[in-house]
C-alpha cells in the first residue's frame, strides 16, 4: 500500500527585529512542525541570528515546542531573547520618575 498524499497547508512565519520585521506566508505538508516550517520559510537565512536550539516559539502568542504539529492558517512566531529582565525595566523606569 502507498503512503497517503498529505494535502499542503498555509501557514506564516513571523520574527522581528528592533530594525526589520517579516511575515512570511508558506505552504508546507499537512502534519509538519514547526521547525520544518521555519526551516523552509527562509526565515533562518534572512536572520542568521535566529538559534532554534535557543529561542523560543509560538503560535499565536502561546508558546510551543519546535515539534509542535501545525494546522492550516497558523502564524509562528519567533520570540527573541530579552534584552532586561522586564521587572529590572520597570524598576529602573520607577527610579527615574522618583525626585
Do not use: C, G, N
Given at each position: 500500500m502507498a503512503?497517503?498524499?498529505?494535502?499542503?497547508?498555509?501557514?506564516?512565519?513571523t520574527y522581528a527585529t528592533a530594525e526589520k520585521q517579516s511575515l512570511l506566508t508558506i505552504e508546507i505538508s499537512e502534519g509538519a512542525t514547526v521547525k520544518e516550517a521555519v526551516e523552509q520559510s527562509g526565515i533562518l537565512i534572512l536572520y542568521?541570528?535566529?538559534d532554534p536550539d535557543q529561542q523560543k516559539v509560538g503560535i499565536f502568542s502561546k508558546?510551543?515546542?519546535?515539534?509542535?504539529?501545525?494546522?492550516a492558517g497558523d502564524r509562528i512566531e519567533i520570540y527573541r531573547p530579552l534584552i532586561i529582565d522586564?521587572?529590572?525595566?520597570?524598576?529602573?523606569r520607577q527610579g527615574q520618575t522618583k525626585s
Open positions: 503512503p497517503q498524499k498529505r494535502d499542503p497547508i498555509s501557514v506564516e512565519v542568521p541570528d535566529i508558546q510551543v515546542s519546535w515539534d509542535h504539529i501545525l494546522q522586564p521587572k529590572t525595566a520597570r524598576r529602573t
